[in-house]
Nanobody, 126 residues
Framework: VQLQASGGGSVQAGGSLTLSCAAF????????MGWFRQAPGKEREFVVS????????LYADSVKGRFAISRDNAQNTVYLQMNSLKPEDTAVYYC????????????????????WGQGTQVTVSS
């Protein structure tokens, strides 16, 4: 499966952005999806994951209550709604995917993901 992330941009602290990740090439509904981010000089870190059924969502503590993940299997797209953005949210955001037959499986582990998008830059100014 090929992933294409979009929706990044520059906002002021407290603002909102919605990222999208479109999947091509496979049956999207059998893939769990995740978002990771990487700030300059730092390792890539987990942000959020959603099972292919949409029934399970995992969030990093740093984004709980501010970010929300959702998916539209008919549109082969997963969305990340980011609210109350902070300067520390500044990073390149990557969507990722892997296949799992269990509809409620989601993962916060980078190594669980096989397919990666190209990344989209999010910059939050204070």
């Amino acid at each position: 499966v090929q992933l294409q992330a979009s929706g990044g941009g520059s906002v002021q602290a407290g603002g909102s952005l919605t990222l999208s990740c479109a999947a091509f090439g496979r049956t999207f509904s059998s893939y769990f999806m995740g978002w990771f981010r990487q700030a300059p000089g730092k390792e890539r870190e987990f942000v959020v994951s959603i099972s292919w059924s949409g029934g399970t969502a995992l969030y990093a503590d740093s984004v709980k209550g501010r970010f929300a993940i959702s998916r539209d299997n008919a549109q082969n797209t997963v969305y990340l709604q980011m609210n109350s953005l902070k300067p520390e949210d500044t990073a390149v955001y990557y969507c990722a995917a892997n296949r799992n037959s269990f509809g409620r499986y989601a993962s916060c582990t980078l190594d669980d993901y096989v397919y990666w998008g190209q990344g989209t830059q999010v910059t939050v100014s204070s």
